[in-house]
């Protein structure tokens, strides 16, 4: 038993209740729940997916998965065709992932998606260079 692993759940939770008044919203509106996917930190996924499941089945509504990339590439403009998404994990290392088509269901295309290692790098630099033949977030 690690101490205080609880804080985290509860916090994750009491956090859920104080964004859903924010929004002016009750449990019992919610018509499914949508949780990340990844990519992203090993148990922070587990978490994030183990509390969408307990809430879905606490209140009897749909969970659906939803990719980090693609929930980040949904937010460009959409008058773009092509999306650039970075995101730094840290520890040297950045999740990459270039989408296309972003009507309805976005694309990742193959020539840059993934985990990279990158001691060093700089995102000002890359920004820069992406946004030239893309949009970048």
Same mark, same amino acid.
């Given at each position: 038993h690690l101490e205080g692993s609880g804080l985290r759940?509860? =916090? #994750? #939770? !009491? $956090?859920?209740?104080? #964004?859903?008044? @924010?929004?002016? =919203?009750?449990?019992a509106e919610l018509k499914g729940v949508a949780v990340g996917v990844g990519p992203g !930190? +090993?148990?922070g996924l587990r978490v994030g997916i183990a509390a969408a499941q307990g809430i879905s089945f606490g209140l009897g509504v749909p /969970? /659906?998965? /939803?990719?980090t #990339?693609?929930? /980040?590439a949904r937010? *460009? &403009?959409?008058?773009?065709?092509r999306v650039c998404v970075l995101v730094d994990v840290g520890r040297g290392e950045i +999740?990459?992932?270039?989408?296309?088509?972003? $009507?309805?269901? &976005?694309?990742? !295309? @193959? =020539? =840059?998606?993934? !985990?990279? *290692?990158? &001691?060093?790098?700089? &995102?000002?630099? +890359?920004?820069?260079?992406?946004s030239m033949s893309c949009w970048a977030m």
């Open positions: 759940t509860r =916090a #994750l #939770l !009491s $956090g859920i209740d104080e #964004l859903l008044r @924010g929004a002016g =919203a009750s449990r !930190s +090993f148990t /969970v /659906v998965g /939803v990719g #990339l693609e929930c /980040v937010n *460009a &403009p959409q008058e773009a065709r +999740f990459l992932g270039q989408f296309e088509n972003l $009507g309805a269901t &976005p694309t990742m !295309s @193959g =020539a =840059a998606c993934g !985990s990279f *290692a990158a &001691p060093g790098w700089n &995102p000002t630099i +890359f920004t820069t260079i992406c």
